[in-house]
């Protein structure tokens, strides 16, 4: 028996699946009440920083990458308890049902949208209007989403997640330094250094599919799916990078929260840009690729006849 099944194929909700959400929503419950209510906010987001209050968008932009930020540390951990939990049944020849990502994510769906409300706007000062605590939400529910999805991947095939991760972090420069466009009006950078910086992220995307391509046909490998791509990208710019950022860019001992423009535009045009860009390339690697794989397979029609 295949002991790494999915048990989405069964009709009814595990065991193994209530508990592990049940689990993870104590947890989000937990360190979000630690962040907002018992922490010293002046450390973990960095009140007054270079004269930023706790309502500035600076701030702001803080408080709803929290997350992200934990949405990647559950995502590693779960990917670990469930591998062991893999390993330990070829240990003892029983059957483990890798949990369905989804049911996982639904079960955890109301301690995020109910528990960190409740927690951000009453607890220490000051509290949180709703608008940062939508924000948390929508945050939080989108990262654990992605990351719960792409640990499945690893989880069922780790092959196949390795052949996705490559595609996708051809996606991470574009994701990550688009946003240099925005940087000239606030005096970081001069304009044609963020231009460079913004077309060389596009070229080297679209260059690295398009040499992956190659790889993917020597080695008559099946090339990932464009949403399986994008997914990929989201996972390693906006989940991954976060986590790097908390555990090894942060003080020793003081850890903090990475403000969002770290990650993400400021501008509204900027993250319609970005997105357009990221879809783009998806799109004509993906018609390079049906391209490129159609010739060579027509080519070898053609000297066998």
């Not at 003892?92 to 989804?102: A, L």
């Not at 399986?228 to 020793?252: C, K, N, Q, R, W």
């Not at 357009?276 to 080519?299: E, M």
Request: charged fraction near 10%.
């Amino acid at each position: 028996m295949n002991n790494r099944k999915l048990s989405a194929e069964k009709s009814k909700i595990s065991l193994t699946e209530i508990l592990q959400s049940a689990i993870i929503s104590i947890v989000i419950i937990a360190v979000y009440y630690y962040w907002f209510g018992i922490a010293d906010r002046r450390n973990i987001f960095l009140y007054e920083h270079l004269g930023f209050g706790p309502f500035d968008s600076i701030t702001a932009g803080r408080y709803w990458m929290t997350g992200l930020v934990l949405s990647s540390f559950i995502t590693l951990f779960y990917t670990i308890i469930n591998f062991l939990f893999s390993k330990a049944s070829l240990l003892f020849k029983k059957d483990y049902n890798t949990p369905s990502w989804k049911r996982v994510w639904l079960l955890c769906l109301p301690s995020i949208v109910a528990g960190i409300p409740i927690i951000v706007m009453n607890v220490n000062s000051p509290v949180m209007p709703l608008s940062i605590a939508v924000t948390c939400v929508i945050a939080a529910s989108a990262g654990l989403a992605i990351g719960l999805y792409s640990a499945e991947i690893f989880l069922i095939n780790a092959k196949k997640f390795f052949i996705i991760s490559i595609d996708g972090f051809a996606l991470v420069p574009p994701l990550i330094l688009i946003l240099a466009l925005g940087l000239p009006p606030k005096g970081i950078l001069k304009m044609p250094v963020a231009i460079a910086i913004s077309s060389g992220s596009v070229i080297f995307s679209l260059g690295w599919l398009m040499i992956i391509t190659f790889l993917y046909k020597w080695k008559n490998i099946t090339p990932a799916k464009g949403y399986e791509i994008l997914i990929s990208g989201l996972f390693f710019s906006y989940l991954v990078l976060p986590m790097v950022h908390y555990l090894f860019a942060t003080p020793p001992g003081n850890p903090y929260i990475t403000s969002s423009d770290n990650f993400f535009p400021d501008s509204f045009y900027l993250k319609i840009l970005t997105w357009i860009t990221v879809l783009l390339i998806i799109f004509l690697a993906g018609r390079f690729r049906t391209k490129f794989l159609s010739l060579k397979h027509n080519i070898a029609l053609n000297s066998n006849s």
